[in-house]
């Protein structure tokens, strides 16, 4: 009887839970519905009776991008462009002319060309505008619009009209199909080591390095430096495919942990590897991220490379796209990623970003946390992959992250390219002090970059109708622009080398970058330097 009556009183409390989850998720559901409601009816008033035309498809992306952005800056909506768009990132394939774009007012700007496609056949320029495509005129069109002029169908012909320094240029170009080589470039350092950089985690990632790692091999390489910096990653199952050339079949990679049960998983190799001896060093900086982050973590869990260079980005997050209708996509959230020593090593905590102040907190300002790697070294999370040999450099002021995200590094390359018709060979070109100097001094005309201080005392003194205190005005113009100098001048050494970088495409491509890099890069040189003392490299990885 008393059986009979624990019994019952658990079946009443199991119907009670049910009830309430029952209740619940229909509450939830039926929220949802009436916020639909909401808006579909405030559209159709909109569309109805507001005085001058709107565009439905514009409204209704900005809204839906406005939704998500309060979220996290991985969940995105994409429409039909731009789902076309990360396909072509996604494959490393479309048909268009081989450049690198700006979207602007003035039409298609190019930010790089692509060595031997159709744009450097046509002898097109970084910096060059494209005003017009086949008589069609390109100013103030939308970035969607604009996107669809340049890619085709392959060996369709494309009249362009072209603004560069003033001039206006006519062209014919024909549209081919462009690969784009997740591995742009690998080489031989010396006698024995290889270098392989990897710039993202495409569809064509882990067959490109496992060519690249054979190719070297019969080089004679028997020592590898493998550059992860600047890598904002990509696939999650390539960045496994690439771990698993170094470290034996059967072991876990990453973990991913879902809301959804389904999308929580334990992804393990799966192949024999390409090399369990090879001395390996992996370079890595601030914006090494995603995958990049679980290929070095991996590694250096399993005490398999050194890892060198700067903490990473720090995102630990797994998105996956969703189909929507109308050939529209949802690229979500969907999950934390572990490395094998159980470390997630998300930097920012999106959950708890304050919308009225925009500012994200860190996960290790509320402490990390001490994992440990296969051979007993101490390694943490809250933010990153953290270097075994750490590279210093200068830590980045708040004007010179706001340099970097404008186009004055870019716009200073193209000025000094213009006027500088011949510069040393790629080996030996340096910028130099001096360069620096003329950086600063363009800097007065430049207008991309703005700080904060500055935009907010512009527009305090267009509020003011007092003309009066212009004088006062430009002398505190002039006093923000001395400061800022000083701020990014704190930061030389980082945009040195960006400049440098910047000016060194323009004349020898990508590619140029790259060579340069091989005998000039202070990391390289560092990493080549470890891996000629083998004694360090085993003690480190020992953890002794």
């Not at 192949?271 to 590694?299: C, H, K, Q, T």
């Not at 209708?325 to 990623?337: A, D, P, R």
């Not at 590279?391 to 992250?401: D, H, L």
Request: hydrophobic content about 35%; some cysteine; aromatic content about 12%.
């Amino acid at each position: 009887m008393k059986k009979f009556k624990i019994k019952k009183g658990i079946l009443i409390t199991l119907a009670v839970g049910a009830i309430f989850l029952s209740f619940s998720f229909q509450s939830k559901f039926f929220e949802i519905a009436k916020q639909i409601e909401i808006y579909n009816t405030l559209f159709k008033e909109l569309n109805m009776y507001y005085v001058d035309e709107i565009n439905p498809a514009e409204l209704t992306n900005r809204a839906i991008k406005n939704t998500l952005k309060d979220l996290d800056p991985y969940t995105n909506f994409y429409n039909e462009q731009d789902v076309e768009d990360a396909k072509i990132r996604r494959e490393g394939e479309y048909a268009g002319i081989g450049v690198g774009v700006y979207y602007t007012k003035n039409g298609i700007q190019i930010s790089e060309v692509y060595k031997g496609y159709a744009g450097d056949k046509a002898g097109l320029k970084a910096g060059d505008i494209i005003t017009s495509v086949d008589g069609q005129a390109l100013k103030d069109m939308e970035r969607e619009q604009l996107s669809m002029f340049l890619k085709g169908t392959p060996d369709t012909k494309m009249a362009v009209e072209i603004e560069r320094q003033g001039k206006i240029l006519k062209k014919e170009i024909l549209r081919e199909q462009v690969e784009i080589n997740p591995v742009p470039f690998y080489e031989m350092i010396d006698a024995e080591t290889g270098y392989i950089t990897l710039t993202q985690f495409n569809e064509k990632a882990s067959s490109e390095v496992k060519k690249a790692y054979r190719e070297l091999k019969k080089k004679g390489m028997t020592k590898l430096v493998f550059d992860l910096r600047s890598n904002p990653g990509g696939s999650l199952q390539e960045a496994i495919n690439i771990s698993n050339f170094f470290i034996p079949k059967g072991k876990v990679i990453v973990t991913t942990k879902a809301k959804i049960k389904k999308w929580s998983n334990t992804y393990k190799t799966t192949n024999d590897p390409l090399d369990l001896e090879i001395p390996l060093v992996v370079l890595v900086n601030g914006r090494s991220a995603s995958a990049s982050e679980i290929v070095s973590g991996s590694l250096q869990d399993y005490d398999r490379a050194v890892i060198m260079g700067q903490r990473s980005f720090g995102k630990g997050l797994v998105q996956r796209y969703r189909t929507l209708t109308y050939g529209t996509q949802l690229k979500l959230t969907i999950s934390k990623y572990y490395t094998p020593s159980g470390r997630c090593i998300q930097e920012l905590d999106y959950t708890n970003w304050d919308d009225k102040t925009g500012k994200v907190p860190k996960f290790s300002d509320k402490g990390i946390n001490v994992f440990k790697t296969e051979n007993g070294r101490k390694v943490y999370d809250g933010g990153g992959v953290l270097p075994d040999i750490e590279i210093e450099i200068s830590k980045k002021t708040e004007a010179t992250e706001v340099l970097v995200g404008s186009k004055a590094l870019f716009n200073f390359a193209i000025d000094y390219f213009y006027k500088n018709p011949k510069i040393e060979t790629v080996e030996k070109y340096q910028f130099s002090n001096a360069d620096f100097k003329n950086f600063t001094n363009y800097l007065v005309l430049d207008t991309t970059f703005v700080t904060k201080q500055e935009r907010l005392f512009e527009t305090a003194f267009l509020s003011i109708e007092n003309t009066s205190i212009s004088k006062e005005y430009q002398k505190i113009k002039e006093k923000l622009f001395e400061d800022k100098v000083e701020e990014i001048s704190k930061n030389q050494d980082i945009i040195q080398v960006l400049l440098e970088e910047e000016i060194l495409e323009k004349y020898y491509y990508k590619e140029g970058v790259y060579e340069h890099h091989l005998k000039n890069d202070y990391t390289i040189k560092e990493a080549v330097k470890l891996l000629q003392n083998q004694d360090k490299y085993t003690q480190i990885l020992s953890g002794k």
